[in-house]
Each structure stands twice: as structure tokens, then as C-alpha cells.
């Protein structure tokens, strides 16, 4: 089976705010009858910033012709360090596969992609969050565990 990866824009947006839906949901938990819509509203901004700025840049996978799944990478700068000297950082989120196209080789093609264009982009450092169900994927394309690093919880 074919996996076309194409780079969404801002006219895809309704098409980019079902996926990230779909994520939040899954990723958090959070039922189909609670009420998101602040939460989409925020996303829906976020979205229309941030790809204008070419500070995200989002893809869908393509089988058949039928979209089955999403990524997206932040593009962002920190102070240069010497762990990243360029300063600037790629953060790889709402990667998602729907369920009857896992491990079919999808989830793989949108990490290589959105791997391919951080470091295009210049990023020193590129990471991302991962569920238990991803680590494999994640650890199979180069990500190593970050020691360290720690969350405030307010």
C-alpha cells in the first residue's frame, strides 16, 4: 500500500480542527459528549497564527485516497546552547493513525516526515511527547528517552 504524505495550509483548516478533535479526544480522554468547544476555539486560533507564521507545519497521510492520519511540527527558537547551537527547535505533536491502519507502516511515514522537515528548518533539537502505544515507533526513528527534564503542575 502507497502512503502519500502532503503538507496541509490554512485552506485545509476545518479538515486540520476534525483531526486535532479526533486527537484530543483519544489522546485525553475526553468523551464525545463533553463539551470542547473553547478548548477547539483556542485550536482553531492557534492553527491560523501559527500556519500563516510558519511556525506550524502540519500533513496528513494518504491511503487510497482517504486521509488516515495527521502530524504536526512546531518550529520554535530557545537560546542556543551547546546541545543545540542553532537554537532552534522542532516539536512533533497530533501524530495520529486511525486504528485499522496501524502498524502498517502510516505512523512511520509522518514521524520520517516531520523528522525530515525539522532538521530542513535548521532544528538542533527535535522531540515530542509519546503514549505508551507510540514509544516503539518513536525509539524505531531515532528518539532516545530525555533524563532530566521535568513539568510544572499548577
Avoid at 118 to 128: D, E, M, T
Wanted: negative net charge; contains cysteine.
Amino acid at each position: 500500500m502507497d502512503i502519500v504524505i502532503k503538507e496541509a495550509n490554512i485552506s485545509d483548516l476545518n479538515e486540520l480542527m476534525k483531526w486535532r478533535e479526533i486527537v484530543l479526544r483519544e489522546v485525553f480522554s475526553i468523551p464525545y459528549e463533553e463539551n470542547i468547544d473553547e478548548l477547539l476555539s483556542a485550536n482553531r486560533s492557534y492553527y491560523q497564527s501559527a500556519l500563516e507564521k510558519g511556525e506550524h507545519i502540519a500533513y496528513f497521510a494518504y491511503a487510497e485516497n482517504q486521509i488516515v492520519g495527521c502530524g504536526g511540527l512546531c518550529i520554535y527558537n530557545e537560546m542556543p546552547s551547546p546541545d543545540n547551537p542553532t537554537g532552534i527547535c522542532g516539536y512533533l505533536m497530533n501524530i495520529y493513525t486511525v486504528t485499522n491502519m496501524r502498524r502498517q507502516g502510516v505512523g512511520k511515514a509522518i514521524v520520517d516526515r516531520l523528522i525530515q522537515t525539522a532538521l530542513q528548518h535548521g532544528a538542533g533539537k527535535i522531540y515530542l511527547e509519546s503514549s505508551k502505544s507510540a514509544y516503539s515507533l518513536y525509539k524505531s526513528s531515532g528518539f532516545s528517552d530525555m533524563n532530566g527534564y521535568m513539568k510544572y503542575n499548577k
